[in-house]
């Protein structure tokens, strides 16, 4: 039997009552349903379950009618209440006695169909006559329609099409089926509870898209259910719609209150249900995506702060390069100046010993002319009174040799300190002649260095920041000169002083140079982080970024003034006011 086609909602079926005609157009694609799960085959046990929900939607159909018909003082009230008995009786009766499926089943649906068919044509439109002349309810003309609300015409609207998961809290069985129904024949997957409790932990465990929530129930009320939900991570997210037939205002607010997007109230609407559902599903989704977009987001800030940090550290590590190569060179000239001066001295020792053991052998004859004579000639032979010029000289080379390692230790010394955290009374002229010894190598063949050191005090300071703040000036003031193609007046200037600016005394350090000086268009890029007007392989740009940021965490400044051609001042200002807050 192929009920599809002749149990297509039609236009006869209508009664001109809007809510029973749905309910009406639900309880026919139900049956049709039914039809379709019996041609695919299903089992006695899965005919069991269809059965039932028929059942229990078919009690809740024939309670909204009931009511009705008590309601308005309907004259055929009771006779319509045993029709709608008889039919739960024989619903359940085959839920009970199944026998031959195949047989029963094709009876069973053949009388649905005539049942349905009757009863609305026949018994529901004489109560639409009666509602209609009394003038208790409005009455709603049929419109001409090809299928129905819950798309009846085709099977696919039975099975699942959506991914997403809604689950039902409701504690009335009737009301449970009926929005299961609705939800389910827009594809979506139903998860279905009668308490607060178990749908918490089913929540817990695999937290849904959505949820309906009944307010009244026994044991933990959906306020409180909501509530739970509300306070764990996993779930919180997760939006609630409340349902209830309360429609007091401060009902609604404190389902608001409680965590709540929405709310609707019984009987249920399909049209409001469903829209209602897809609404704030998709909110939901919409809300989902811009969070992973946020997630993604900030993975990609995370990696761009590893990276920047990896190229800090590049630059780090390039400077350090820079600096090993200039103390390798400076350290290596003064030693090997004390390694020749000490083999110089060693062998100027040998012929003092030398003559040192004639005196001595010759303690008790050294009177005899022959005697003067051999100490004369070993004397012109040492060359003696040379040697004896020559031994002062030797022993202050080793010590200028000695002092100028130490100078360079010392400065190796400061840098070590570069990620010292301590703030520490700090002499400025100290720290800016380490950075010089450093960068010597770069420097002391063609370009003069001009100290005006000024009466400054000492500053609070981090001492290892501030050799890599006058570090990277003055060799990005070395560059600047080294980039003239005339080779006169090649020379870098430093001068201190303290100046007085809004009642604060700063120290001021000025770095000149007689470079080509910087554009007036990129002025005031050069603090920015990876800008750099070098070329590629000088540098990535980060140099004078980390200085600006090393002066502003000392609560300093950095300014620049220049002229194209003419050179650019650096000045950096320190506050000695008090100590700063790093």
């Known amino acids: 039997m192929d009920m599809n086609n002749d149990m297509e909602w039609k236009r006869d079926y209508s009664i001109g009552i809007e809510e029973i005609d749905l309910q009406h157009r639900y309880f026919l694609s139900l049956i049709k349903r039914l039809n379709y799960f019996l041609k695919m085959g299903i089992t006695a046990d899965y005919y069991k379950r269809l059965l039932r929900e028929l059942s229990h939607y078919a009690l809740f159909h024939f309670c909204s009618e009931e009511n009705l018909m008590i309601h308005t003082n309907y004259p055929d009230t009771p006779s319509h209440c045993q029709m709608h008995r008889d039919l739960i009786e024989i619903l359940n009766q085959q839920v009970n006695e199944i026998g031959n499926l195949e047989d029963n089943s094709a009876h069973l649906l053949h009388f649905l169909k005539e049942w349905f068919i009757h009863h609305t044509t026949r018994e529901d439109t004489k109560i639409a006559e009666y509602l209609k002349s009394s003038g208790r309810i409005k009455y709603v003309p049929p419109s001409p329609s090809s299928g129905s609300l819950c798309n009846t015409g085709d099977h696919e609207a039975v099975l699942p099409a959506s991914s997403s998961t809604i689950m039902i809290v409701e504690d009335t069985p009737v009301n449970l089926i009926l929005l299961e129904k609705i939800l389910m024949d827009q594809g979506y997957r139903v998860r279905s509870f009668h308490d607060g409790a178990a749908a918490l932990k089913s929540a817990a465990e695999d937290p849904p898209d959505l949820i309906f929530l009944d307010i009244h129930m026994p044991g933990i009320d959906g306020y409180a259910v909501c509530r739970q939900l509300k306070s764990v991570e996993r779930t919180k997210d997760v939006p609630v719609i409340f349902i209830s037939v309360l429609t007091e205002t401060q009902d609604k607010i404190k389902a608001f209150q409680a965590g709540g997007v929405d709310y609707i109230t019984k009987p249920f609407q399909f049209e409001e249900v469903n829209a209602r559902a897809g609404a704030h599903l998709k909110v939901a989704a919409a809300h989902r995506e811009l969070e992973e977009k946020n997630e993604a987001l900030k993975c990609a800030m995370d990696d761009l702060k590893i990276a920047q940090q990896q190229i800090v550290q590049s630059e ?38 030398k003559l040192l053991e004639l005196y001595g052998s010759c303690r008790y004859r050294c009177g005899t002319d022959a005697w003067q004579e051999r100490i004369d000639a070993v004397k012109h032979e040492i060359e003696y009174e040379t040697l004896m010029k020559e031994i002062p000289d030797l022993l202050n080379n080793i010590e200028e040799g000695v002092h ?8 190796l010394r400061a840098y070590s300190r570069m990620e010292h955290p301590d703030v520490e009374k700090t002499d400025v002229h100290k720290l800016i002649d380490a950075s010089l010894v450093v960068l010597k190598p770069r420097y002391k063949h063609e370009i003069v260095i001009e100290k005006k050191y000024g009466q400054i005090p000492d500053l609070y300071a981090q001492p290892g ?118």
């Open 316 to 353: 780090k590590m390039a400077a350090l390069g820079v600096l090993t190569a200039g103390i390798a060179h400076e350290i290596n000239n003064p030693v090997n100046f004390i390694k020749a001066s000490a083999i110089g001295l060693n062998a100027d020792m040998q012929d003092l010993k």
């Open 465 to 582: 920041k501030l050799i890599q703040v006058f570090t990277n000036v003055v060799s990005n003031a070395i560059d600047a000169v080294q980039s003239r193609t005339s080779k006169n007046n090649h020379t870098i200037t430093i001068k201190t002083f303290l100046q007085q600016k809004q009642d604060i005394s700063h120290v001021v350090i000025e770095i000149s140079d007689t470079g080509t000086g910087i554009p007036e268009d990129i002025r005031n890029k050069i603090f920015d982080p990876f800008y750099s007007s070098k070329s590629v392989g000088k540098g990535v740009g980060l140099g004078l970024s980390i200085t600006q940021g090393i002066v502003q965490e000392h609560q300093g400044r950095i300014e620049v003034s220049s002229k194209t051609g003419e050179g650019a001042t650096f000045s950096v200002f320190f506050p000695v006011t008090q100590p700063p807050m790093l």
């Open 404 to 411: 100028r390692t130490e100078e360079i230790v010392n400065s």
